[in-house]
């Protein structure tokens, strides 16, 4: 799990922040968009919430390292996320408004 922003530019839909979820068996991700920074507790309780009714299952841990050093599976997603997104944005020249459409697509692909 990382909070992360990948452009100074707000999205279309007011959007300052991307929150990327990885499964650490899996290695699915799920993708949030935020206003702030803020929001992340309340995001993190819906999809805990969520998973454990789907799984029928309790969440066991949720790590939160302190270092990016230490968090090398979700930094590397948000890298391969920010760049597939920047791609896209590139090849399609749309303005930077619509990355949180880009990322979403580059996590869904």
Known sequence: ???FVPTNV???G???YCLVITDDYTRFSWVYFL???DET???LKSYI???ENQSNQKVKIISAPRTP???GVAERRNRTLIE???SMMADSKLPLTFWDEAVSTACYV
Request: hydrophobic share 40%.
């Open 84 to 86: 597939s997104a920047r």
């Open 1 to 3: 799990m990382d909070l």
């Open 35 to 37: 206003r702030r920074k």
């Open 14 to 16: 007011k959007k300052s």
């Open 41 to 43: 507790a309340e995001i």
């Open 49 to 51: 919430l969520r998973v």
């Open 69 to 71: 050093q230490q968090n």
């Open 10 to 12: 707000m999205s279309m």
